[in-house]
């Protein structure tokens, strides 16, 4: 791990939440299939270690959005840059994020997704920075809520950097250099 970053969220932790997810949705989709749709490409390793705690069938496909911005802020605008080729009509849809943090990405991600007329469609994030919000969402399921820091790691990234972390760190501009 480079020098000056702090982790907030261990291994430890991310797996005992990420299980827990996985038994949440397990119970809530029991006798059912579902598709899982990954964000990419900060949902990623989410989404792997996610499908495994899922004792249901599972399926998944991916789904990739740019939202323009800084490094560490997005301006507010998203684009589709990938979409899914799996047809979602009648399917239990759980989209597959890293962090919900103003709510435009899940916002955009909602009404295209719903779009495509699925059965049931759950937002299932990792993280959570509530204080952050600016559209009306919240998730389905939530790993953790966490302050308004800046994290890397676990699949989230600072210009493309650190997301081969195992854990979850506040982002120190030290490290980035
Ligand atoms: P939202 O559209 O809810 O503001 O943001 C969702 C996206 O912003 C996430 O999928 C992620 O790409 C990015 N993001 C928001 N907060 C963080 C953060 O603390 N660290 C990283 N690496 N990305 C973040």
Do not use: H
């Given at each position: 791990m480079p020098n000056n970053m702090e982790i907030l969220i261990d291994r430890k932790q991310i797996a005992d939440g990420v299980a827990r997810i996985g038994q949440e949705i397990?119970?809530?989709?029991?006798?059912?299939?579902?598709?899982?749709?990954?964000?990419?490409?900060?949902?990623?390793?989410?989404?792997?270690?996610?499908?495994?705690?899922?004792?249901?069938?599972?399926?998944?496909?991916?789904?990739?959005?740019?939202?323009?911005?800084?490094?560490?802020?997005?301006?507010?605008?998203?684009?589709?840059i990938k979409d899914v080729t799996t047809p979602l009509e009648d399917k239990n849809v759980i989209l597959v994020e890293d962090i919900l943090d103003t709510g435009l990405t899940f916002t955009f991600l909602k009404k295209l997704l719903l779009a495509r007329k699925p059965r049931t469609l759950k937002f299932a994030a990792l993280l959570d920075k509530p204080s952050r919000r600016q559209m009306p969402v919240e998730a389905d399921y939530v790993g953790f809520k966490i302050p308004d820091k800046f994290v890397v790691g676990y699949g989230l990234d600072y210009a493309e950097r650190f997301r081969n972390l195992a854990d979850i760190c506040i982002f120190s501009e030290d490290a980035g250099k």
């Open positions: 397990t119970r809530d989709f029991a006798g059912q299939s579902v598709i899982l749709v990954g964000v990419l490409k900060g949902a990623c390793l989410f989404l792997s270690d996610l499908a495994r705690q899922i004792d249901l069938e599972a399926t998944f496909d991916f789904i990739a959005v740019r939202s323009y911005g800084t490094k560490k802020e997005s301006a507010g605008e998203v684009q589709l």
